[in-house]
Every structure is written in structure tokens, then in C-alpha cells.
């Protein structure tokens, strides 16, 4: 029963998450495309967006649904409701969710801030058909305007480098203080702060 209720709060979370996206897509004046469910790679809603402006803005939207997250937490904490444990649990696994360095908004970002250089060159290697059809240049300017699960298409270039064994060991981090037997929210020490 447990295990349902816990389910059923992590959805409610991560609809609060997502609505962190849509508010800062209305607000930037970004042109929602769609907001939907997807498999791939694991079940989770998304929303997409396109004609995204800057770099500044995508970033912006990316950040939006952890921002809201970190709100909730904060309202979660101060209010007392992180001490009942199925709230304590959904947050932890929220979190690891949200954090992840597989797929995540943070991957996204950090796809949309490779250098140029490294784009280019896997655009050339691994979609050279595309780069004949519509230019460098053109395809470029898709990548990096589109914020969405086509993003995922060059994850590659992020995944196993540098920047995302940082990535790994920090949420292997954050893994162990979540769930660790002695972490300090484990044990009520932060949640006794509050």
C-alpha cells in the first residue's frame, strides 16, 4: 500500500515539476508544442517547446521544473510534511529522478552548452546525410533551438565524458546521503533543522 501511495505522490511531484516548465515557457514567450508522456527512456511526462530564442532560454526552461522541485522540498521541509516517511521517500526518489546523469533536464542542458567544435564534428561523423540536406549551419541552428527529446539524439557527446563522471559521482553522492542508513535526513538530523 505503501508503495502506491509513494507512486502517487512522486506523479503529483513530477507534475509540479512539469508545470515549473510551462510557466517559464509562458513567461519567456516560448512556443509550446506539446505536453505529453513519453517511454523513452523511462516512462516520464515532458513538455517541448520550440523557436526557443537564446541559449539563456533554453537553460532558463531546462532549469524551471528542478527550480520548482527545490521550491516543494523547501515548502515540504518548513511545513513539517517531509516527516511522514511516504513523503520523505517520494522527494528522495524525485530527486534521484530529476538528477540523474543518464537522462535528465540536467543532461539536456548540458548538451545544449557543448562547444561548437564538438557539435560539428559529430553532426559531420554521424549525420552527414542531414548536414548535405540542410547545411551545418541550418542543422546547428535546429539543435540548438530545439528543446526537446531530440536533444537526446547527440546525448552521446555528453555521456562518459568528463562533465558527466563529475555528473555521476555527484548523484552517486547524492544517492548515498538520500538513502545512506546514517545520512543526516535519514536519521531526521536536516529535517529536525526545519
Known sequence: MEFIVILA???????WHELGHIA??????LTIE????SWRPYPHPYVAVSDVPSQRDGLLFLGAGSAFTLLLTIVLSLTGIWRFEVVYWAICIQWLIETNPFYSDLTLAANSLLPEQRLRAYLAEHQPDHVDQ????????YYRSTIDATVGRYLNLYAFSAPWYLHFVLWIGLFALL?????????GVLISLF
Request: charged content about 10%.
Open 134 to 141: 540542410y547545411g551545418m549551419d541550418g542543422l546547428l541552428a
Open 24 to 29: 517559464v515557457a509562458r513567461l519567456r514567450g
Open 179 to 187: 538513502f545512506g542508513p546514517h545520512s543526516p535526513l535519514a536519521t
Open 9 to 15: 505522490i512522486i506523479t503529483l511531484f513530477t507534475l
Open 34 to 37: 506539446k505536453f505529453g508522456f
